[in-house]
C-alpha cells in the first residue's frame, strides 16, 4: 500500500534559522507531491506541489522542496524562517487512483521561537 | 471566486445521534472529498464524489455516507455518533482529473460527540 512519512512530529527551531521538515513515499512509477500548510482552526492551504519537470519546486513565502527518486523524499526546506511560518505541515502523495483520494503524512509541527 | 465552504464549522452531539455536514465547492470543480481529523490518527480519507457518484472509499464503517447534489454540493452523514467520531472534517474540492494537480480545502466542520 502506498504510504507517506513524515519523520518528525515537531520541529522547534529559532526565527531566523534554517529549518527541513522530512518527507519520504513508497515508490510508484507514478506520483505526485504536495505539501500543505494547516493554521491553528483552518484548513489545509497547498504550500507547493511536484507534478514534473524540475525537481526542485518553490513557493511564495521562501519555502521549497525537491523531489528525489533514488531517495524517495520530498523534503521541505526554508533557509530563514519566521513567527508567522508557526503551524502544522502536512506532505501528501497523489499516487494515481484519483485527485481525491491524497495520502497524507501524519503532520510536523513547526514551532518557531523569537 | 469563492473558496470551499463548510457548515456548520462547529457543532456538538451526543452518542447515538446523526450529524450531517454540508460542503459547497469552488465554482466549477466537479470533485468533492471529504478527509476526517483527529490528533492520533491525522488525516484520513473518508471518500469522493465525482458528477453525483462516489468513486472512492475509505476505511470507514458505513455509519460514515455521503452523497453530492447535481450542482456538486455535498453532504456526508454518520448515524450512531460515538465518542472516537469527534474530529474535524475537512471538504476538498478539486477538478476531478487525476494528477491535475492540487485539491481545495474547506475550514472544516468540528464535531464533537459527549
Known amino acids: 500500500a502506498q504510504s507517506v512519512t513524515q519523520l518528525d512530529s515537531q520541529v522547534p527551531v529559532f526565527e531566523e534559522a534554517p529549518v527541513e521538515l522530512r518527507c519520504n513515499y513508497s515508490?510508484?512509477?507514478?506520483?505526485?507531491l504536495f505539501w500543505y500548510v494547516q493554521y491553528p482552526n483552518q484548513g489545509l492551504q497547498l504550500l507547493l506541489k511536484?507534478?514534473?519537470?524540475?525537481?526542485l519546486v518553490e513557493s511564495i513565502n521562501g519555502f521549497e522542496a525537491e523531489f528525489n527518486k533514488s531517495q524517495t523524499s520530498f523534503h521541505l526546506r526554508k533557509p530563514s524562517v519566521h513567527i508567522s511560518d508557526t503551524a502544522e505541515y502536512f506532505c501528501?502523495?497523489?499516487?494515481?487512483?484519483?485527485?481525491?483520494?491524497?495520502?497524507f503524512g501524519k503532520g510536523t509541527k513547526l514551532s518557531v521561537k523569537p | 471566486k469563492a473558496g470551499v465552504t463548510q457548515t456548520p464549522r462547529y457543532l456538538i452531539k451526543t452518542r447515538g445521534q446523526q450529524v450531517t455536514l454540508s460542503c459547497s465547492p469552488i465554482?466549477?470543480?466537479?470533485?468533492v472529498s471529504w478527509y476526517q481529523q483527529t490528533p492520533g490518527q491525522g488525516l484520513q480519507f473518508l471518500f469522493e464524489?465525482?458528477?453525483?457518484?462516489?468513486?472512492n472509499k475509505g476505511n470507514f464503517p458505513g455509519r460514515f455516507s455521503g452523497r453530492q447534489f447535481s450542482n456538486s454540493r455535498s453532504e456526508m452523514n454518520v448515524s450512531t455518533l460515538e465518542l472516537g467520531d469527534s474530529a474535524l472534517y475537512l471538504c476538498?474540492?478539486?477538478?476531478?482529473?487525476?494528477?491535475?494537480?492540487?485539491?481545495?480545502f474547506g475550514e472544516g466542520s468540528r464535531l464533537t460527540v459527549l
Open positions: 511536484y507534478l514534473s519537470g524540475s525537481t
Open positions: 501528501a502523495g497523489d499516487y494515481g487512483g484519483s485527485q481525491g483520494n491524497l495520502i
Open positions: 476538498a474540492s478539486g477538478q476531478g482529473r487525476a494528477n491535475t494537480g492540487e485539491l481545495f
Open positions: 515508490s510508484s512509477v507514478s506520483v505526485y
Open positions: 465554482s466549477g470543480h466537479r470533485s
Open positions: 464524489y465525482f458528477s453525483e457518484t462516489q468513486r
